[in-house]
């Protein structure tokens, strides 16, 4: 994500989404009653009143509207509310739904902005993207680069049956064996978690069968290109298969913290869990960490109960806590659901 202004007095952020995580982290950004401004699609009809003369047209018109509901599904950030401000032809007061995707700017306005909501917003403008190693082959040719946080730097080329020239390699062993090795070598130089296999046809299939190293097997994704050159990587780089490695980088520190929750439990020691004594523990200014699902907060919010989940992290964020939203897909975001979708790490022991 990409802050293109701000300015804090007034409570405004103006950014633009890059990939599909920018929207999770938008997804708790956003609260209603925020104020969300932009360009957007609006149908407007047009016509007499007969419905058959009557015709819908898309018109692109730059809006502001008071958010009511958020919504994300389907890799679409949906931002529902009353319009407040527009072009005159528009009614005030009427119902609009920004739909936000992975190249949209919009700007934020809050009354408030919690410290957790600009640590998001920070976290997601730093896009700490992990290194990614891509490695696509075919029978008797790899090349291998490394993702960055634009784009990608070639590493090496691996070709079965040519002579040295350049910086290519020549493999001389088996290929599979060699082109293993170089994964090997690169995952251990650039300290790797993530490894993305791709491949024209099953040739990434036959390289799995030569792996026996089940750590570095864990590291693997396996995916599709069209191509052993460098298209390939670009082509490899907007594949859902990269935004699901993201998302398990994020995933792995999520699950920390919930882990870290999960111990104090079993200690009986300092945890709080359930909307009744995480708010009595945030309350009393004991909460150090807050643990929120994302399933929990859509709930709240379909109940219309989602104020009092919004004052227990208002109430943290003034005692300087953290705050952490937990996404619900993965199992120790199912963990978290167990426990009523909210848990806290305290800083000393409460007694109920």
């Known amino acids: 994500m990409r802050i293109l202004s701000k300015d804090p007095k007034k409570g405004e952020y103006k950014v633009k989404t890059e990939t599909l995580d920018d929207l999770w982290y938008l997804s708790h950004i956003a609260d209603p009653g925020d104020l969300i401004r932009g360009s957007t699609v609006r149908k407007i009809k047009m016509g007499g009143e007969d419905e058959r003369k009557t015709r819908i047209s898309k018109k692109k018109v730059f809006l502001e509207i008071e958010l009511e509901k958020i919504e994300f599904k389907d890799d679409i950030l949906r931002l529902s509310g009353i319009i407040k401000d527009g072009p005159e032809d528009l009614p005030r007061g009427a119902h609009h739904t920004f739909n936000i995707d992975e190249n949209s700017i919009i700007t934020i306005k809050k009354e408030r902005w919690l410290k957790y909501q600009l640590e998001k917003l920070k976290e997601a403008a730093a896009a700490k993207q992990p290194d990614i190693l891509i490695c696509i082959l075919d029978r008797e040719e790899a090349l291998f680069a490394l993702s960055r946080k634009k784009g990608y730097d070639v ?80 082509e490899v780089l907007k594949r859902n298969e990269v935004r699901e490695v993201l998302k398990k980088d994020r995933i792995s520190k999520e699950v920390k913290i919930v882990e870290q929750l999960m111990q104090e439990i079993a200690k009986d020691e300092k945890a709080a869990y359930g909307i009744k004594e995480v708010e009595q523990a945030a309350n009393s200014g004991a909460v150090k960490m807050l643990l929120i699902s994302d399933g929990y907060i859509s709930e709240m919010r379909e109940k219309e109960k989602y104020s009092q989940v919004d004052n227990v992290m208002k109430l943290v964020d003034d005692m300087k806590g953290e705050v952490h939203i937990i996404s619900s897909e993965h199992d120790s975001g199912k963990k978290l659901d167990g426990l009523g979708g909210i848990g806290a790490i305290l800083r000393y022991k409460l007694e109920y």
């Open 155 to 234: 590493l090496n080329r691996l070709k079965g049956d040519v002579q040295k020239k350049d910086d290519n390699v020549v493999a001389k062993g088996g290929f599979y064996e060699e082109t293993i090795k170089l994964i090997e070598e690169y995952v251990k130089r650039y300290r790797i978690e993530n490894v993305i296999i791709a491949s024209p046809a099953f040739w990434k299939e036959e390289l799995m069968k030569h792996i026996e190293d089940t750590n570095l097997k864990n590291k693997i994704t396996e995916a599709s290109c069209s191509s052993v050159d460098e298209g390939a990587i670009n």
